[in-house]
């Protein structure tokens, strides 16, 4: 039996602040699961549903995040090609940044691996180590993990967060 190492981990953060259809972002994030696993991409772990204010303008609906680990042989280019495809099936169109969306996928880190490709592929993804609603999710499942980048525990990553970042996000209560 193989032992997994932390470098064999892959984590995807799931976003949504906009309904898909009839479902809410919650019941949207847990479609967006079981698409995952219906894509080849098998989730070892789920955290919470986390709620945090819409960025950069707070005025825009609040998102529903989580984070997922995923078991996969796949690259890191399949999987993000995946996420794209399951994204565009829950009616994601890209254009503005940051802008409202029914589901944000994102490859926080595939197994430890730098990769700063020419067709715009970064991973570690490159903001997540700022971002609260990546971070508690992730702190959740993965509580020993530690930026490829920096080395830095997820601990002194969160500890490195505004206050007011993380006061403002916060695990949701089943149901």
Same mark, same amino acid.
């Given at each position: 039996?193989?032992t997994?190492?932390p #470098?064999? !981990?892959?984590y995807?953060?799931?976003?949504a602040?906009?309904?898909?259809?009839?479902c #809410?972002?919650?019941? =949207?994030?847990a479609?967006a699961?079981?698409a995952? =696993?219906e894509?080849?991409?098998p *989730? @070892?772990?789920?955290?919470?549903?986390?709620?945090s204010? +819409?960025?950069p303008d707070?005025?825009? /609906?609040?998102?529903?995040n989580?984070? @997922?680990e995923?078991?996969s042989p796949?690259?890191a280019?399949e999987?993000?090609d995946?996420?794209? +495809?399951?994204e565009? &099936?829950f009616g994601?169109?890209r254009?503005v940044?940051?802008a /409202?969306?029914?589901?944000?996928l994102?490859?926080?880190?595939? &197994?430890?691996?730098r990769?700063? +490709?020419?067709d715009?592929? @970064? @991973?570690p993804h /490159?903001?997540a180590t700022? !971002?609260a609603?990546v971070l508690l999710?992730?702190?959740?499942?993965?509580?020993g993990? =530690?930026?490829?980048? #920096?080395a830095?525990?997820?601990t002194?990553l969160? +500890?490195a *967060?505004p206050q007011?970042?993380r #006061?403002a =996000?916060?695990a949701?209560?089943?149901?």
């Open positions: 039996m193989k997994e190492k #470098s064999d !981990r892959i995807i953060a799931l976003g602040n906009l309904s898909h259809g009839a #809410s972002p919650r019941a =949207t994030l479609q699961r079981l995952l =696993t894509a080849g991409l *989730l @070892v772990a789920a955290s919470s549903d986390w709620h204010p +819409a960025w707070p005025s825009d /609906p609040p998102y529903v989580a984070v @997922v995923i078991a796949a690259s280019r999987i993000l995946g996420l794209h +495809a399951i565009a &099936r994601r169109e254009g940044r940051n /409202p969306r029914p589901l944000d994102d490859l926080i880190d595939c &197994r430890g691996e990769i700063e +490709a020419e715009g592929l @970064v @991973v /490159p903001r700022g !971002r609603f999710p992730l702190a959740e499942i993965a509580p993990w =530690t930026d490829p980048v #920096s830095r525990t997820i002194e969160i +500890a *967060l007011a970042d #006061s =996000t916060y949701l209560q089943e149901g």
